[in-house]
């Protein structure tokens, strides 16, 4: 899975790549095709948005499903967990959905053991 980051109108903390890197690895146990996703980091300056002044989106690419996750918050970090988080959320339930469930009843069963 490739990741790519895009700041606009911001300098990203030091260890962000890395620690977004990390997060967005684990997304890879849901077992939905995801050749990339795109990281867009934006900067409000205006000092009316306060603790919503940082804004992340995360959006993925490939096979799968297109997904799209928001997150704001007082600093890149903050908003960064809160859209993975909201993407985390995303796949889990197309997982959950692409799951086989065999909803065969017990009489079934037992009826085709007994004439086997």
């Given at each position: 899975m490739q990741i790519i980051i895009h700041s606009h109108g911001t300098a990203l903390a030091m260890d962000f790549s890395e620690?977004?890197?990390?997060?967005?690895?684990?997304?890879?146990r849901f077992n939905i095709p995801i050749d990339r996703i795109d990281v867009d980091v934006k900067h409000q300056a205006n000092p009316r948005f306060g603790k919503k002044s940082h804004r992340v989106v995360l959006t993925t690419h490939g096979s799968g499903p297109l997904i799209r996750a928001e997150g704001e918050g007082f600093n890149d970090l903050a908003a960064f967990d809160e859209a993975a988080e909201a993407l985390e959320l995303q796949l889990r339930k197309k997982h959950e959905r692409a799951k086989d469930f065999n909803r065969e009843s017990l009489r079934k069963l037992r009826a085709h053991t007994t004439v086997d």
């Open positions: 620690i977004s890197e990390e997060r967005l690895q684990r997304l890879a």
